[in-house]
């Protein structure tokens, strides 16, 4: 699976933390009854996952402020292409660790 990230994270641990659960959340979609993550926190999901896996997710943006983060991008496989948008509110204000998430599936387009 190919990876494309926002580029726009270096300077931020908390953007690069929000960037990287977005991909964690993007490839997990793909994949029936998979986990988002080892860590204990809700993951509620608006919209459909889907039946295979990734060929290509890629982040748009990846931004973090105060106590909450979000990110967007794509996710492609084969010809087909599907929106999402993750919004992630931390536990504290480091942003090193989720409280809780939420995930926005778009419709496919082509």
């Given at each position: 699976m190919k990876i494309v990230r926002s580029g726009t994270c270096g300077n931020s641990p908390k953007n690069a933390f929000v960037e990287e659960l977005a991909?964690?959340?993007?490839?997990?979609?793909g994949k029936?009854?998979?986990?988002?993550?080892?860590?204990?926190?809700?993951?509620?999901?608006?919209?459909?996952?889907?039946?295979?896996r990734p060929d290509?997710?890629?982040?748009?943006?990846?931004i973090s402020h105060g106590k909450a983060g979000a990110a967007n991008g794509e996710v492609r496989w084969g010809d087909k292409v599907l929106g999402f948008?993750?919004?992630v509110?931390?536990?504290?204000?480091?942003?090193?660790?989720?409280?809780?998430?939420?995930v926005y599936v778009g419709t496919e387009k082509t």
């Open positions: 991909i964690q959340v993007a490839a997990a979609l029936s009854g998979a986990s988002v993550s080892d860590e204990d926190y809700p993951v509620r999901i608006y919209g459909e996952s889907f039946d295979a290509e997710i890629v982040v748009f943006q990846a948008a993750v919004s509110t931390f536990k504290t204000l480091k942003g090193d660790r989720a409280e809780s998430v939420k």
